[in-house]
């Protein structure tokens, strides 16, 4: 069961600089418990080696929680936290229900990365109920995943997979694709964008 950190000033949750304490959290059955208790000296470095040293200090007290929450965590702090991959919450009180409610948006989070990398791994156009065509929604594609690029999602299927037709929907057609001799390329104008029917020249 994932752990979280809760850093407060003698449990009440206060901004970050202003705290002494934090206590590691795990789900015992139906219940958020207490598996670890650490005080520390409130923050009182001013520079930003200081504050940077202070908080990496801190954040060794929470090294087995992939979480942390907080009343307030900005800043050289938060800087520190997010740079060693923690999920950084905010909020007024650390009850049972948003102790809960982190490790839902964990998970929602965790799936949502999942889907885009599946996305991005599969990125390319997909072989329709007719043998030889392709079809590819490459606006959908790229506002899901706008690292995307129109030659990371088309080069690789274009040089490799033998195709009668490929059909496109793109907000313009990509330079690259229209500057290609060795393709033939149909352009139709739609609502935001084109449909384009690409295939191989003939000799």
Same mark, same amino acid.
């Given at each position: 069961m994932?752990?979280?950190?809760?850093?407060?000033?003698?449990?009440?949750?206060?901004?970050?600089?202003?705290?002494?304490?934090?206590?590691?959290?795990?789900?015992?059955?139906?219940?958020?418990?207490?598996?670890?208790?650490s005080p520390f000296s409130a923050i009182k470095g001013t520079t930003v080696e200081e504050l940077r040293k202070e908080t990496e200090a801190v954040l060794a007290l929470t090294e087995d929680a992939k979480a942390v929450l907080c009343r307030e965590l900005s800043g050289i702090p938060f800087s520190v936290f997010n740079q060693k991959g923690y999920?950084? +919450?905010?909020?007024? /009180?650390a009850d049972q229900d948003t102790l809960n409610g982190v490790v839902r948006d964990m998970e929602e989070s965790d799936e949502k990365r999942r889907r885009k990398e599946e996305m991005i791994k599969n990125a390319g156009p997909v072989e329709t109920e007719t043998p030889g065509i392709y079809f590819l929604d490459l606006m959908q594609l790229q506002k899901e995943c706008p690292e995307i690029s129109s030659k990371k999602a088309l080069l690789s299927f274009l040089s490799n997979t033998p195709f009668l037709?490929?059909?496109?929907?793109?907000?313009?057609?990509?330079?690259?694709?229209?500057?290609?001799? +060795?393709?033939?390329? /149909?352009?139709?104008?739609?609502?935001g964008g084109v449909h384009i029917t690409v295939t191989r020249k003939q000799c």
């Amino acid at each position: 069961m994932e752990k979280i950190a809760v850093i407060s000033k003698n449990q009440e949750l206060v901004p970050f600089l202003h705290c002494n304490l934090v206590e590691i959290f795990q789900k015992e059955g139906t219940q958020w418990q207490v598996v670890r208790t650490s005080p520390f000296s409130a923050i009182k470095g001013t520079t930003v080696e200081e504050l940077r040293k202070e908080t990496e200090a801190v954040l060794a007290l929470t090294e087995d929680a992939k979480a942390v929450l907080c009343r307030e965590l900005s800043g050289i702090p938060f800087s520190v936290f997010n740079q060693k991959g923690y999920c950084i +919450f905010c909020a007024p /009180k650390a009850d049972q229900d948003t102790l809960n409610g982190v490790v839902r948006d964990m998970e929602e989070s965790d799936e949502k990365r999942r889907r885009k990398e599946e996305m991005i791994k599969n990125a390319g156009p997909v072989e329709t109920e007719t043998p030889g065509i392709y079809f590819l929604d490459l606006m959908q594609l790229q506002k899901e995943c706008p690292e995307i690029s129109s030659k990371k999602a088309l080069l690789s299927f274009l040089s490799n997979t033998p195709f009668l037709e490929l059909r496109l929907v793109c907000a313009h057609i990509p330079p690259w694709l229209e500057t290609d001799a +060795f393709y033939e390329k /149909k352009v139709r104008p739609r609502e935001g964008g084109v449909h384009i029917t690409v295939t191989r020249k003939q000799c």
